[in-house]
């Protein structure tokens, strides 16, 4: 990635992992968006990625902004590394004037509210990019001063994939787990709702499939739990950005998407727009941005978050009746054009740089 547009000149500093296979949603979005940008702007490129090993990446980032030579500065990062910077840039009030600081994630209110992060820092600055209404509302109650705009989540939609014949073929109901395997995440809270009256003794009647890197922490405990269910497997790592077409194929044989997140830092989740792509109904726990993101009736249940009864309730909802489910599908259809790269940023981001 490097210039030769002649746009204007924009610097962006992040976790990208330039040139290399993305390993999480922060830089999923990062290279989505530097990509978005190199086609229209002269970009520069700071690449935060492994920094502690790296200690010229902050010697460059500090080069560029004494030089000054930009015109907008996009810093698209997780909340704390970006709390500390802004910390160190107060006293460059040129340089905070024109940063853009696009957040990654849903901690950052927490992070001011528990008294981690302060809301001064982030004085100064041109904007604060958020993806959803909620966090632009919280962060305004928390005292935040500088300009709040919302952008969604974006991945580049390319047609969508999959078809609601699936809901009238005969067979088990099958249920995707992608993500990160760690208990916040909800990989627990799902078999635990294996074991509730209304799908303990259907068990032969639906199947469950994870995909996702095992968080070493909770490898044992989650191992253990599938060894109980004869329902569940492991399936490995899906990987949604280099192999779309193969990720999409998967997506598709699937009659809805479990996210019954309660994980401290969940923002808006990539994840639920490649289930869209595929036209594939989500049942997600009402927490941060989830009710934002899914439609509860349209694209979706929203449950209570940590709530294990209601989790399997809307899962025998889908075996129950497959028709309505098929009705979600097509509005998943409908609902991931909003969420396109092309449309989204042109309309939204390029007015605030």
Known sequence: MGSGNTG?????????????????????????????????????????????????????????????????????????????????????????????YLVIGGYLPTGIRTGRYRASSYAGLKGIIVEGGSMRRQLQELGVAAPLHVIPNVKPIRGVHGDTERYTRKGATRFLFVGRIAEPKGTMAVMEALGDPLLRDRA???????????????ETAFRQALSRHGNCAYKGYLDITRDPAGAYAIFSGYHAMLFPT??????????????????????????????????DGVTGRVIPAGDTAALAAAMASVMDDRGEWARLSGACHEAVRQFDVDLVLPRLLEPQL
């Not at 032969?204 to 909770?218: M, N, R, T, W």
Request: with cysteine.
């Open 8 to 100: 204007r000149r924009i610097l962006m500093v992040g976790d990208i992992r330039i040139g290399k296979p993305p390993l999480n949603g922060e830089q999923v979005k990062n290279q989505i968006v530097a990509i978005w940008l190199e086609g229209r702007h002269r970009l520069t490129l700071v690449d935060t990625d492994n920094w502690k090993r790296r200690p010229w990446v902050i010697a460059k980032l500090l080069l560029e902004m004494w030089l000054g030579r930009h015109d907008t500065i996009l810093v698209s990062a997780s909340s704390a590394s970006v709390h500390t910077l802004f910390q160190a840039m107060r006293p460059f009030r040129r340089t905070m004037a024109k940063t853009l």
């Open 204 to 218: 032969g009647e639906l199947q469950v499939d994870y995909f996702g890197k095992i968080e070493e922490a909770h």
């Open 262 to 295: 309660t994980w401290i830092g969940e923002g808006f989740p990539g994840v639920i727009i490649d289930a869209y792509t595929c036209g594939l109904p989500v049942i997600a726990s009402d927490w941060n941005m989830n009710r934002e993101v899914v439609q």
